[in-house]
Protein backbone atom coordinates (compact mmCIF):
# COMPACT_ATOMS: atom_id res chain seq x y z
CA UNK A 1 0.00 0.00 0.00
CA UNK A 2 1.60 3.12 -1.08
CA UNK A 3 1.42 6.29 1.01
CA UNK A 4 -0.87 8.88 -0.29
CA UNK A 5 0.27 13.19 0.56
CA UNK A 6 -2.31 15.12 2.05
CA UNK A 7 -2.51 18.54 1.69
CA UNK A 8 -4.37 20.57 4.67
CA UNK A 9 -5.23 24.01 4.29
CA UNK A 10 -4.40 26.41 7.17
CA UNK A 11 -5.19 30.08 7.90
CA UNK A 12 -1.93 31.55 8.81
CA UNK A 13 -3.82 33.28 11.28
CA UNK A 14 -4.58 30.43 13.39
CA UNK A 15 -1.37 29.43 13.05
CA UNK A 16 -0.10 32.64 14.67
CA UNK A 17 -2.36 32.29 17.00
CA UNK A 18 -1.72 29.01 18.21
CA UNK A 19 2.22 29.64 18.11
CA UNK A 20 1.56 32.15 20.34
CA UNK A 21 -0.40 30.26 22.90
CA UNK A 22 2.77 27.84 22.37
CA UNK A 23 4.90 30.74 23.85
CA UNK A 24 2.64 31.38 26.62
CA UNK A 25 2.41 27.83 27.48
CA UNK A 26 6.45 27.94 27.69
CA UNK A 27 6.27 31.48 29.47
CA UNK A 28 3.56 30.03 31.92
CA UNK A 29 5.68 26.86 32.44
CA UNK A 30 8.78 28.27 33.12
CA UNK A 31 7.69 30.87 35.82
CA UNK A 32 8.69 28.92 38.50
CA UNK A 33 11.57 28.77 40.78
CA UNK A 34 12.52 27.09 43.87
CA UNK A 35 10.61 29.53 46.38
CA UNK A 36 7.22 28.14 44.17
CA UNK A 37 4.95 25.89 45.98
CA UNK A 38 4.77 22.45 44.97
CA UNK A 39 1.18 23.06 43.56
CA UNK A 40 2.86 25.93 41.69
CA UNK A 41 5.69 23.56 40.21
CA UNK A 42 2.71 20.70 39.35
CA UNK A 43 0.50 23.06 37.67
CA UNK A 44 3.26 24.07 35.55
CA UNK A 45 4.29 20.70 34.73
CA UNK A 46 0.58 20.41 33.66
CA UNK A 47 1.01 23.75 31.21
CA UNK A 48 4.49 22.24 29.82
CA UNK A 49 2.46 18.94 29.01
CA UNK A 50 -0.51 21.21 27.45
CA UNK A 51 2.67 22.76 25.62
CA UNK A 52 4.66 19.19 24.15
CA UNK A 53 0.78 18.72 22.85
CA UNK A 54 0.32 21.66 20.91
CA UNK A 55 3.73 21.89 19.79
CA UNK A 56 3.63 18.29 18.52
CA UNK A 57 0.40 19.21 16.29
CA UNK A 58 2.16 21.87 14.97
CA UNK A 59 5.41 19.81 14.20
CA UNK A 60 3.60 17.26 12.64
CA UNK A 61 1.64 19.93 10.31
CA UNK A 62 5.66 21.71 9.26
CA UNK A 63 4.03 24.89 10.77
CA UNK A 64 6.63 25.71 13.37
CA UNK A 65 9.85 26.80 11.69
CA UNK A 66 12.05 26.86 14.81
CA UNK A 67 11.20 23.92 16.29
CA UNK A 68 14.71 22.86 17.52
CA UNK A 69 14.92 25.75 19.92
CA UNK A 70 11.05 25.65 21.10
CA UNK A 71 12.12 21.94 21.84
CA UNK A 72 15.53 22.10 23.37
CA UNK A 73 13.33 24.81 25.66
CA UNK A 74 10.73 22.73 26.28
CA UNK A 75 13.42 20.42 27.63
CA UNK A 76 15.40 23.00 29.32
CA UNK A 77 11.98 23.55 31.38
CA UNK A 78 10.95 20.14 32.53
CA UNK A 79 14.74 19.49 33.69
CA UNK A 80 14.01 22.75 35.78
CA UNK A 81 11.04 21.55 37.13
CA UNK A 82 12.61 17.81 38.03
CA UNK A 83 16.07 20.31 39.59
CA UNK A 84 13.27 22.50 41.51
CA UNK A 85 11.28 19.37 42.79
CA UNK A 86 14.33 17.67 43.78
CA UNK A 87 15.64 20.88 45.98
CA UNK A 88 12.37 21.01 47.16
CA UNK A 89 12.44 17.63 48.15
CA UNK A 90 15.47 17.56 49.72
CA UNK A 91 14.95 20.64 51.82
CA UNK A 92 11.82 18.73 52.95
CA UNK A 93 13.95 15.89 54.45
CA UNK A 94 16.29 18.17 56.12
CA UNK A 95 13.04 19.43 58.19
CA UNK A 96 12.07 16.44 59.36
CA UNK A 97 15.42 15.34 60.55
CA UNK A 98 15.97 18.29 62.37
Avoid at 4 to 28: G, M, P, S
Avoid at 36 to 45: D, G, Q
Avoid at 63 to 71: A, F, G, R, T, Y
Wanted: include cysteine.
Amino acid sequence: MGLTNIVVTVERQAVVKQTEKLCNYLNTANAVSESSTFAEINSARNVLFMAKGLFQVLWNFKLLPNWIEVEEDMNRIEQKHAYILEQKRMEQRRRRRT
